[in-house]
């Protein structure tokens, strides 16, 4: 077959590859070109086929989707620390006085430090909870080269929440249009720019309509903090005689464009209004494991889309692979040790949500979370010729067992290298963590935390 000049734009060659079906498949080759992936297969076959204007030698390395965080907070990247074993309330004592005290600067410094760690720690694409100036936030999207989902944060009461941080409905619609208007589809279609609610109790019912028709109008979804804390949910028994998920589908807004964060303490019922409603979730186990263990296995036996979260550095680093390894633990002791299922999480499902669960969490499953021909090119690498993950029985058990962030070599997003041989390209590092420790030590000072 006649070759034609630079057919391909990168070319990773003789790799190991977690395949469509989460399988282990070695001597590959993946060919992308024009941020997608056109080609994948055996190494022999396809090495006279195509000539990239890149190669990389996948040799003793591993190709996987880009993991994708569907649940975190770029803004409290210079809170990480700070709440870890700390007395209730931490949300009135730290986070509400932290929140409130940030400046655009504040914003763009701890985004950029989010994205830099995420970048090194395998995640492509994230799902970011809302927060103020979240056009900073954006703007580091845009500069690192990750896929991201954006969104303000959407309050109009509480008593224990500044004036600062509520506004009215119309105003908390034209700061999300705003948004919206100036960065929805920016960066070739890396950002995204939804709606959000901070949480039911911190939201009136008039404020939670309009969010949903305004979503609606744009085409674009609505996400939430949903059934994370009991006071919640006794917010919603006392105030409306239902839980948080029926409250919602009661006010007729509840569609297949709508994310729950963390929901960990849901009924029966509210399981089923999901299901009905095709609604995803997303489950953040290092954070929630002081509140609860979600009833994942049921979610996922009743075909509900679950992604994996961080929560952002206030609760822990942004590593999905630690993530991994902690609910893997979690669940097999609260739900397989009680009925003796050693398997309550096999690792192939954990996988899955932490790549392809997130993908459905961002409604872009058509584009990302596998890897296969016709669907973008994020995806990372792994140095799996290490004495701590090989030789290996089994190396999908080994992925969550043993693999953690360092051993990310490469990352890949829309086609374009952004980490090769651990060095981030798309900024600078250095500066960044200079800036951070600035950062951190003046909003203390001004927070008072």
Not at 119 to 142: N, P, W
Request: glycine share 8%; with cysteine; hydrophobic share 40%.
């Amino acid at each position: 077959m006649e070759i034609r000049e630079f057919n391909a734009d990168l070319i990773i060659k003789n790799c190991s590859i977690l395949t469509a079906d989460f399988n282990i498949l070695n001597d590959q080759n993946v060919v992308i070109k024009n941020k997608a992936i056109v080609d994948i297969g055996n190494a022999a076959s396809l090495s006279n086929m195509y000539q990239a204007r890149e190669t990389f030698d996948g040799k003793g390395k591993l190709v996987m989707p880009g993991l994708i965080d569907a649940h975190t907070h770029t803004c409290q990247q210079l809170l990480r620390g700070r709440i870890t074993d700390e007395y209730p309330m931490i949300w009135t004592r730290i986070m509400v006085p932290f929140e409130s005290t940030l400046q655009e600067k504040d914003v763009y410094i701890s985004s950029q430090l989010s994205c830099l760690e995420m970048i090194k720690s395998g995640t492509t694409a994230f799902i970011d909870a809302g927060g103020r100036h979240m056009h900073k936030a954006a703007e580091s999207v845009l500069e690192s080269g990750l896929r991201g989902v954006i969104t303000c944060s959407t309050m109009d009461y509480g008593k224990d929440i500044p004036d600062t941080m509520k506004s009215g409905a119309e105003e908390n619609i034209r700061r999300n249009l705003d948004l919206y208007n100036h960065f929805h589809g920016a960066g070739d279609g890396r950002v995204d720019v939804w709606f959000s609610l901070r949480s039911i109790i911190t939201c009136t019912p008039d404020l939670i309509q309009k969010v949903f028709e305004a979503a609606n109008e744009c085409s674009t979804s609505v996400q939430s903090h949903m059934n994370e804390y009991t006071n919640e949910i006794s917010y919603c028994l006392e105030n409306f005689k239902m839980r948080p998920f029926e409250y919602l589908e009661s006010l007729g807004v509840l569609d297949q464009n709508f994310l729950g964060a963390h929901s960990i303490l849901l009924s029966e019922n509210e399981m089923d209004i999901i299901k009905a409603h095709n609604s995803k979730v997303v489950h953040c186990p290092i954070s929630n494991s002081g509140k609860g263990i979600p009833k994942t296995p049921s979610l996922l036996q009743k075909g509900i889309g679950v992604g994996l979260g961080t929560d952002g550095a206030g609760h822990s680093g942004l590593s999905l692979f630690d993530q991994m390894k902690v609910f893997k633990s979690l669940v097999r002791a609260f739900w397989g040790v009680p009925i003796f299922d050693p398997a309550a999480m096999p690792s192939k499902n954990i996988i899955e949500m932490a790549t392809l669960g997130g993908a459905k969490a961002m409604f872009k499953e058509h584009q990302l979370g596998t890897l296969e021909v016709g669907k973008k090119a994020d995806m990372v690498l792994i140095n799996i010729d290490q004495p701590h993950i090989q030789p290996t029985h089994h190396l999908l058990n080994t992925l969550i067992e043993s693999v953690n962030s360092n051993d990310i070599t490469d990352c890949i997003v829309d086609g374009k290298i952004l980490m090769k041989n651990r060095e981030v390209l798309t900024m600078d590092e250095e500066k960044i963590k200079y800036e951070s420790k600035l950062a951190m030590k003046e909003l203390s000072i001004r927070a008072n935390i």
